[in-house]
């Protein structure tokens, strides 16, 4: 299911930099793309100093779960299944660093963006345990938000009423030069997994800011990722699901 070029490069600058579709969903924003050709739209470029990703935290003296020998994303944290018990077991597997940030954020948006979708009780059993405080009430709905989405979460990327999920693994993350040990804003790109096979063109593109609280990382709000930036300096899962 890995996606490689002839050079043996990802080929995630080529997939992800692609027009976009913009989906609401729980509050936040999904980033679907969709390519029907190979010509590639994201140029290697060198960042400026404000959008060089951050670098990963991954110790400290917190006390609060720090991790000096932290293991990178494998983009599986809590299991394949694409359930709430997924999520929730990820939660309390993962450290207080940003690789155990990511891989909460990772394993929370394997489990949202999903069709048909989860039960309302394991939504709401997500939404009472991983979303933040500080997180509006509304962005809290994600039951109320798969009711208004309809049979077309994807508008368009993937058929009306087709089954999809997200796949891990050739996706990549990355972390943001504005993130703090207790508040890591996450983005990453994934490929979509259609009636059971993994799209060689159609991607979705996301992200959340993370927030350390009551021992655990959770979700305060989405975030708007660059893509151009994720497609050029993202780092690859390790594992994958």
Known sequence: MRMYSASGRSRWPIVIGAAVVVVAVGGGIVYATNRGDTTPTATRTTSSASSTPAPITTGGTSGAGDDENA????????????????VLAAQKSAGHSSYGAVEVATSFYRWLW??????????????KNIMASSSPVGYRDLSGAYAKAGNE???????????????????????????????????????YVINGALSPTQTTVSGFIMDWEN???????????????????????????
């Open 114 to 127: 999903q069709y048909p979708y989860p039960s309302v009780t394991d939504s709401d059993t997500v939404s």
């Open 153 to 191: 979460p994807a508008k368009g990327v993937v058929p009306a009423g087709t089954p999809f999920f997200v796949s891990t693994t050739n996706g990549v993350w990355m972390v943001t030069q504005q993130s703090t040990p207790n508040r890591v804003y996450v983005e990453f790109a994934m490929g």
């Open 215 to 241: 021992g655990a990382w959770r979700i305060e709000k989405s975030l708007v990722p660059n893509q151009t930036i994720l497609a050029n300096g993202g780092t690859r899962y390790t594992g994958g699901c």
């Open 71 to 86: 293991e990178a994303p494998t983009g599986c944290l809590g299991g394949q299944d694409r359930t709430a018990a997924m």
